[in-house]
């Protein structure tokens, strides 16, 4: 199934979302004269329109980009029939779901959690470890079990539809997980807020029927998202194990730090992955950024990747370019 028919499938609301009620708490922003400063926008990887609709509205209203942020993956994460992100996720090779995620603020705090099972929202629950822990990452039961403390509903995240997909593939498998270019739905977004700060999450399911206890790129701060407030923020999608070999996100903030474009930045940083390779790559990256003057970049390895926007109370979905 591609992204646009479940994201068309998908009836879910927010009221039936079971994540941290911190999250959903209104706010308003504004400066000392008691208006906006700045126009917010939320970018997302993939053709995700009522996600980050969600996001930018929440923006609209006066909410932080975190927050935001994690509103719109929450969309995502309760749509059982995405395959890729929280609940009806692609299992691992033992038939069973694990979570990752991450995310990082304006201030550079950051949280993750790593192969958790039986806790959809896990970006909401990477915030919880960033505010009320210790510590930066959390991983597998330990991530479970702070969830729980912290009043997460546990639930069966292997959907009929997902498990009759890896019973499939059991079958001619050899073990080995699918790698394709069309096995990359992280969702990864950026938000923008009044404040003029800005946020992102990462979430995902992971590589499909991975060796149990894998972790891809997306919950690693620097690999699958980065933001630096002065500079920008980045976010990847695609085979994780590529992207921690050039710490991507991490790369493209840096190179706009050094004055690069958005785009420009995207583009290198793709060009990095693909001079590693012997010919044509067999897998698919792809980046997603935004500077603090609001200019995007997208950028791919092969062609078929997009990346959707709010602002101005408008969404739209846009094919990204590529190498191939």
């Given at each position: 199934m591609n992204r646009k028919s479940f994201i068309q499938r998908s009836s879910l609301g927010i009221s039936s979302l079971l994540i941290s009620p911190s999250v959903f708490a209104k706010k308003t922003i504004k400066n000392s004269k008691g208006v906006a400063s700045f126009t917010p926008f939320a970018l997302a990887t993939w053709d995700v329109q009522r996600a980050v609709s969600t996001a930018g509205k929440a923006l609209d209203q006066g909410s932080n980009a975190l927050d935001a942020s994690i509103q719109g993956a929450a969309i995502e994460e309760a749509d059982i029939h995405n395959t890729t992100v929280g609940k009806g996720g692609t299992p691992d090779r033992e038939g069973e779901v694990t979570l990752d995620a991450c995310v990082m603020d304006a201030k550079g705090n950051c949280g993750a959690v790593l192969a958790v099972q039986n806790i959809t929202h896990v970006a909401a629950l990477a915030k919880d470890v960033m505010e009320k822990t210790p510590h930066v990452i959390l991983a597998g039961e330990g991530a479970r079990k702070f969830a729980l403390e912290q009043g997460y509903q546990a639930e069966n995240l292997l959907s009929e539809e997902s498990k009759k997909a890896w019973q499939k593939w059991l079958k001619n498998s050899n073990y080995q997980p699918e790698i394709n270019i069309e096995n990359h739905d992280t969702i990864g977004m950026l938000c923008f807020d009044q404040q003029g700060e800005l946020s992102g999450t990462c979430t995902t399911s992971g590589l499909a029927y991975k060796m149990k206890g894998r972790v891809g790129d997306s919950p690693i701060i620097g690999?699958?998202?980065?933001?630096?407030?002065?500079?920008?923020?980045?976010?990847?999608?695609?085979?994780?194990?590529?992207?921690?070999?050039?710490?991507?996100?991490?790369?493209?903030?840096?190179?706009?730090?050094?004055?690069?474009?958005?785009q420009e930045a995207c583009e290198i940083a793709i060009q990095r992955i693909v001079e590693k390779q012997k010919g044509k790559p067999d897998f698919q990256v792809a980046y997603v950024a935004t500077n603090k003057q609001g200019a995007i970049g997208a950028f791919s390895i092969h062609k078929g990747f997009s990346y959707t926007i709010y602002k101005n109370n408008k969404?739209?979905?846009?094919?990204?370019?590529?190498i191939f």
């Open positions: 690999s699958g998202l980065f933001v630096d407030n002065s500079v920008g923020a980045a976010v990847a999608t695609g085979l994780g194990e590529e992207v921690i070999k050039t710490v991507g996100s991490f790369l493209i903030v840096e190179l706009m730090k050094q004055g690069k474009s958005p969404c739209q979905n846009i094919d990204s370019k590529s």
